[in-house]
């Protein structure tokens, strides 16, 4: 187990990276930890999260897509910036997300 592992109550999902992790809580925020855990997204609105190599996308309430991490591979360089995504998934030992979106 990692220091800085949460130890509060309240998750709804957990997706794992190669060395981070990424809890959605019951109050629609978004906590991290583990190596790349530093720059998660703030505020509430978040319905889904996922977990790649290095970094970590979200979905927003308006389907709207955040990602954040590493980048040293160009994971999240033209990440979509409009609405309409409704799942989304990444390989945990790759530099790559998918989503779905809507239409």
Do not use: E, K, M
């Not at 590493?70 to 989304?88: C, E, K, L, R």
């Amino acid at each position: 187990q990692r220091d800085d592992a949460p130890t509060c109550a309240g998750f709804v999902a957990i997706a794992c990276g190669s060395c981070h992790n990424v809890g959605l809580r019951n109050d629609r925020t978004v906590l991290t930890w583990g190596h790349q855990g530093d720059d998660a997204p703030t505020g509430t609105g978040f319905v889904a999260i996922a977990c790649g190599y290095y970094h970590s996308v979200a979905i927003r309430d308006d389907g709207t897509v955040v990602a954040w991490g590493d980048g040293s591979y160009y994971q999240y360089v033209g990440a979509p910036t409009d609405a309409g995504f409704v799942a989304i998934a990444c390989c945990t030992h790759s530099a790559y997300s998918v989503g779905l979106r809507n239409d």
